[in-house]
């Protein structure tokens, strides 16, 4: 029984951090239709910024401050010049844009800063997964409650009717994407610190994207209960599944429940189906 309990403990703390991973994915979905397989790579980058201004004479709050400007730059620059002239186009545009960002990304970090360390917190999963939490609540309530988030919603809902209400779209729009580099700094730090660095970090993009299906692309709140249950299912799959079957079974479960999610609900645990009129 406590091996149990403390396996699901862990799952739960991971989840913690899977879910603030998670949120950036869906923020950028509900307002721009746009999904950012780049979400990985800019966590890495975020980490090996911070890391680089840590070694320079800046120190540790240097170094974040320097790994903050250069995500609110590197967010402002791909708005800039790629999303504002694709967000209207087909999904694919959308997603080979994010793709060869990502590819742009771990290419230069492989030739120019291979030898610079992502800077690690020292911190252990309990602490890393209360703050993840505290961002992710703190980034939800934004998007609920805000006069921000609100526009946003209405973008995200019928954006002629948005624009038609005198919302400035593009100015709201890359407020989302500049929160999405907020949110890859702190996610970069958390995971590298608790998880683990290096060039791994870029596929964190292909380990979160299964939660975001499993809660429903449109569902924060989905996101999160997904984020948790698929820590949890990690967990208790290693924990059960790798030693007699060998290591790496463990990680199955959480795309074993993706694909009877799929099969049974679609649209996710908390998204909605999609209807349209006739």
Same mark, same amino acid.
């Given at each position: 029984?406590?091996?149990?309990?403390?396996?699901?403990?862990?799952?739960?703390?991971?989840?913690?951090?899977?879910?603030?991973?998670?949120?950036?994915?869906?923020?950028?979905?509900?307002?721009? @239709?746009?999904?950012?397989?780049?979400?990985?790579?800019?966590?890495?980058?975020?980490?090996?910024?911070?890391?680089?201004?840590?070694?320079?004479?800046?120190?540790?709050?240097?170094?974040?401050?320097?790994?903050?400007?250069?995500?609110?730059?590197?967010?402002?620059?791909?708005?800039?010049?790629?999303?504002?002239?694709?967000?209207?186009?087909?999904?694919?545009?959308?997603?080979?844009?994010?793709?060869?960002?990502?590819?742009?990304?771990?290419?230069?970090?492989?030739?120019?800063?291979?030898?610079?360390?992502?800077?690690?917190?020292?911190?252990?999963?309990?602490?890393?997964?209360?703050?993840?939490?505290?961002?992710?609540?703190? %980034?939800?309530?934004?998007?609920?409650?805000? @006069?921000?988030? %609100?526009?946003?919603?209405?973008?995200?809902?019928?954006?002629?009717?948005?624009?038609?209400?005198?919302?400035?779209?593009?100015?709201?729009?890359?407020?989302?994407?500049?929160?999405?580099?907020?949110?890859?700094? %702190?996610?970069?730090?958390?995971?590298?610190?608790?998880?683990?660095?290096?060039?791994?970090?870029?596929?964190?993009?292909?380990?979160?994207?299964?939660?975001?299906?499993?809660?429903?692309?449109?569902?924060?709140?989905?996101?999160?209960?997904?984020?948790?249950?698929?820590?949890?299912?990690?967990?208790?799959?290693?924990?059960?599944?790798? @030693?007699?079957?060998?290591?790496?079974?463990?990680?199955?479960?959480?795309?074993?429940?993706?694909?009877?999610?799929?099969?049974?609900?679609?649209?996710?645990?908390?998204?909605?189906?999609?209807?349209?009129?006739?």
């Amino acid at each position: 029984m406590d091996f149990f309990l403390t396996l699901l403990v862990d799952g739960v703390l991971s989840g913690a951090i899977y879910a603030l991973v998670a949120l950036a994915f869906v923020l950028v979905w509900r307002a721009s @239709r746009m999904m950012n397989f780049a979400l990985g790579e800019w966590m890495m980058v975020a980490a090996v910024l911070a890391g680089g201004g840590a070694a320079l004479p800046l120190g540790a709050a240097g170094g974040l401050a320097l790994a903050a400007l250069g995500m609110l730059a590197l967010a402002w620059a791909f708005w800039r010049i790629v999303v504002r002239r694709i967000a209207d186009g087909p999904a694919l545009s959308s997603i080979m844009a994010t793709l060869g960002l990502g590819m742009v990304l771990r290419g230069g970090a492989a030739l120019s800063g291979a030898s610079l360390a992502p800077l690690a917190l020292p911190i252990g999963k309990p602490e890393a997964a209360a703050v993840a939490l505290l961002c992710t609540v703190a %980034v939800a309530a934004w998007w609920r409650w805000s @006069r921000s988030g %609100v526009a946003l919603r209405a973008i995200a809902d019928d954006r002629q009717a948005a624009m038609a209400m005198g919302i400035d779209v593009d100015r709201h729009l890359l407020a989302v994407w500049l929160l999405t580099g907020g949110v890859s700094l %702190v996610a970069g730090l958390l995971w590298t610190s608790v998880i683990g660095g290096g060039f791994g970090v870029v596929l964190v993009g292909l380990k979160i994207f299964p939660i975001v299906i499993l809660g429903g692309v449109d569902s924060i709140a989905g996101t999160l209960v997904a984020a948790v249950l698929v820590g949890v299912l990690e967990s208790l799959g290693a924990g059960y599944l790798d @030693r007699p079957l060998g290591a790496g079974f463990g990680s199955l479960a959480p795309t074993l429940a993706l694909l009877a999610m799929l099969v049974l609900r679609p649209h996710g645990l908390f998204g909605r189906p999609r209807v349209e009129r006739v």
